[in-house]
């Protein structure tokens, strides 16, 4: 089991960026695939990027591509996620995952963080 921690959430206008950030611990972490969900008040949880094992290809959803980065840092068992140009509907409870299926659905994912508040403002 993977024990995942994350951290960087919080207020931010629209407009502005935020870095998530999710530590990793217990086991080798370069053999999982790592990811961020996010679930808004009344809605599901949904996708939002994943990246592959040596961090050499990332997969995001349509709703954040080109404003969102996920990146790893194996050798400090942590991968991020750079949140730029935030939309009010980015508002979320953002949670980061860890699994060894290569895939966007939640149920993929082994291990999950505790969640971490962001709310963009407009």
């Known amino acids: 089991q993977v024990q995942l921690v994350e951290s960087g959430g919080g207020l931010v206008q629209a407009g502005g960026s935020l870095r998530l950030s999710c530590a990793a611990s217990g086991r080798p972490f370069d053999v999982y695939i790592a990811g961020w969900f996010r679930r808004a008040p009344g809605r599901e949880r949904e996708f939002v990027a994943r990246i592959s094992r040596n961090g050499d290809s990332a997969y995001y959803a349509d709703s954040v591509q080109g404003r969102f980065t996920i990146s790893r840092d194996n050798a400090k068992s942590t991968f991020y996620l750079q949140m730029n140009s935030l939309k009010p509907e980015d508002t979320a409870v953002y949670y980061c995952?860890?699994?060894?299926?290569?895939?966007?659905?939640?149920?993929?994912?082994?291990?999950w963080g505790q969640g971490t508040q962001v709310t963009v403002s407009s």
């Open positions: 995952a860890s699994g060894v299926v290569d895939g966007s659905l939640a149920w993929q994912y082994i291990d």
